[in-house]
């Protein structure tokens, strides 16, 4: 007897769908069972932070399109290491997410000798969420107003200012260094475990300066309880049109945004991470997130895998160059 003719229909379609389906590599059912389950969402730093509000609005709205949560999952310290070797080592299913950054992804690969993963090896890019500007600030009873003029005073009294930071190695520890490299200024570098404590320290003035993005810093500066100097970006945010760039303040050149990204485990299946980006994609474009990030000055992100790992590969060369500067090393 005729093997299709003695199979139903349904039987005969759903065997030649996955034979179909194992002839190109693709399984069958990958994009239409994920997500079986809850995600967690690693962030490698305490809440609080631009790192925090960017993962946490983005999972909120996923929640809200996909039925099923997406649960931030603060694991902060060792500079992002602790928590990378734990999310590189669970299962390749799609459920288990980090957030990647500057200092996660193209520092400390220069700084730590042994970290127990190869960020290019052990993970895989999924998407890209939103670069963020990096403001430079400073504490009111600082005299400068300005970049020029904090620059100034700094070099008039070296040694003797502070500047806090989310970590070693976090997004605003390596834009002070880039900014002191640049300017040829000297300030202490006072690492705290994550934007919220940074802040406070600065806020209360036991702290003299400060770079981070704008979702953390905005409303302390409309407040009057911070003073931005500079803006990292290269052109003017709409948000603070009056904020010169740093390039603009004689350091032609100068750009550092900070930006942040969805990573998986790197034997996650590439339909997987295709749903994934898909999913944020869909996300990042709902009003209740380009309204929040737009009020902020990011750029939106979600783009395809493809283009978040050459962004990645661009952002390393760069900052191998500034970490070999200036000596950054780990805690």
């Given at each position: 007897?005729?093997?299709?003719?003695?199979?139903?229909?349904?039987?005969?379609?759903?065997?030649?769908?996955?034979?179909?389906?194992?002839?190109?590599?693709?399984?069958?059912?990958?994009?239409?069972?994920?997500?079986?389950?809850?995600?967690?969402?690693?962030?490698?730093?305490?809440?609080?932070?631009?790192?925090?509000?960017?993962?946490?609005?983005?999972?909120?709205?996923?929640?809200?399109?996909?039925?099923?949560?997406?649960?931030?999952?603060?694991?902060?310290?060792?500079?992002?290491?602790?928590?990378?070797?734990?999310?590189?080592?669970?299962?390749?299913?799609?459920?288990?997410?980090?957030?990647?950054?500057?200092?996660?992804?193209?520092?400390?690969?220069?700084?730590?000798?042994?970290?127990?993963?190869?960020?290019?090896?052990?993970?895989?890019?999924?998407?890209?969420?939103?670069?963020?500007?990096?403001?430079?600030?400073?504490?009111?009873?600082?005299?400068?107003?300005?970049?020029?003029?904090?620059?100034?005073?700094?070099?008039?009294?070296?040694?003797?200012?502070?500047?806090?930071?989310?970590?070693?190695?976090?997004?605003?520890?390596?834009?002070?260094?880039?900014?002191?490299?640049?300017?040829?200024?000297?300030?202490?570098?006072?690492?705290?475990?994550?934007?919220?404590?940074?802040?406070?320290?600065?806020?209360?003035?036991?702290?003299?300066?400060?770079?981070?993005?704008?979702?953390?810093?905005?409303?302390?500066?409309?407040?009057?309880?911070?003073?931005?100097?500079?803006?990292?970006?290269?052109?003017?945010?709409?948000?603070?049109?009056?904020?010169?760039?740093?390039?603009?303040?004689?350091?032609?050149?100068?750009?550092?945004?900070?930006?942040?990204?969805?990573?998986?485990?790197?034997?996650?299946?590439?339909?997987?991470?295709?749903?994934?980006q898909e999913e944020c994609y869909r996300a990042?474009?709902?009003?209740?997130?380009?309204?929040?990030?737009?009020?902020?000055?990011?750029?939106?992100?979600?783009?395809?895998?493809?283009?978040?790992?050459?962004?990645?590969?661009?952002?390393?060369?760069?900052?191998?160059?500034?970490?070999?500067?200036?000596?950054?090393?780990?805690?």
């Amino acid at each position: 007897m005729n093997t299709v003719t003695s199979l139903s229909r349904r039987d005969w379609l759903a065997s030649s769908a996955a034979t179909l389906g194992a002839a190109m590599g693709i399984s069958v059912n990958a994009q239409t069972v994920w997500p079986t389950k809850t995600v967690r969402f690693v962030v490698p730093f305490v809440p609080g932070g631009t790192s925090d509000i960017v993962a946490r609005t983005t999972a909120n709205e996923l929640t809200r399109l996909l039925g099923s949560p997406v649960v931030i999952d603060n694991k902060a310290g060792g500079g992002g290491v602790p928590a990378m070797q734990e999310v590189a080592r669970a299962p390749a299913d799609g459920h288990t997410w980090i957030l990647g950054h500057v200092g996660s992804l193209a520092v400390n690969p220069h700084i730590y000798a042994n970290s127990g993963y190869d960020v290019n090896r052990d993970f895989a890019p999924v998407t890209l969420l939103a670069k963020v500007p990096s403001l430079f600030v400073i504490h009111p009873d600082v005299p400068a107003r300005n970049l020029t003029e904090f620059v100034a005073y700094a070099k008039r009294n070296p040694g003797k200012l502070n500047y806090g930071s989310a970590g070693n190695a976090s997004a605003g520890h390596l834009a002070m260094e880039y900014l002191k490299l640049t300017t040829g200024m000297f300030l202490t570098h006072i690492p705290y475990r994550g934007t919220g404590p940074a802040l406070t320290d600065l806020l209360a003035g036991r702290t003299q300066a400060f770079s981070a993005g704008t979702p953390a810093l905005l409303s302390h500066i409309r407040s009057g309880k911070l003073r931005a100097i500079a803006t990292g970006t290269p052109q003017r945010l709409p948000s603070l049109p009056d904020l010169p760039t740093v390039a603009e303040s004689g350091y032609p050149g100068f750009e550092s945004v900070q930006w942040y990204g969805v990573m998986v485990p790197g034997a996650t299946p590439p339909e997987t991470i295709k749903r994934i980006q898909e999913e944020c994609y869909r996300a990042l474009r709902t009003p209740a997130i380009a309204e929040r990030f737009a009020s902020e000055d990011a750029v939106i992100g979600g783009g395809p895998a493809a283009e978040f790992a050459a962004f990645i590969t661009e952002q390393q060369k760069l900052w191998k160059r500034v970490v070999l500067a200036a000596k950054i090393r780990s805690d």
